[in-house]
Nanobody, 114 residues
Framework: QVQLVESGGGSVQSGGSLRLSCTAS????????MAWSRQVPGNECELVSS???????YYLGSVEGRFTIAQDNAKNTLYLHMNSLEPSDTAMYYC????????WGQGTQVTVSS
């Protein structure tokens, strides 16, 4: 059974940092394409960053240079290191895995105050 469990969200001031974690079970993350997306209520979900199974990386333009996606295959965990956070980064952040079908975690809230 595929499961994705996010953690690491919280409330920080502008300029602060957070590290989101996504622990996977039921599959190995190095065999999948993994991604972080975020959603603000009333807005569409947007892809923040992804790492394909071939290693190709993607970053949303507004986070490039501030966020870093990484994975620890030994821990079967995906990370999103977020630095220089801005109030516009406030959202629910979701981890996703593409394994033929798409799987999503329950989300972790990030709130950045000015």
């Amino acid at each position: 059974q595929v499961q994705l469990v996010e953690s690491g969200g919280g409330s920080v001031q502008s300029g602060g940092s957070l590290r989101l974690s996504c622990t996977a079970s039921g599959f190995t993350i190095d065999a999948a394409s993994m991604a972080w997306s975020r959603q603000v209520p009333g807005n569409e979900c947007e892809l923040v960053s992804s790492i394909r199974h071939d290693g190709h990386l993607y970053y949303l333009g507004s986070v490039e240079g501030r966020f870093t996606i990484a994975q620890d295959n030994a821990k079967n965990t995906l990370y999103l290191h977020m630095n220089s956070l801005e109030p516009s980064d406030t959202a629910m952040y979701y981890c996703a895995a593409e394994l033929g079908l798409d799987y999503w975690g329950q989300g972790t809230q990030v709130t950045v105050s000015s």
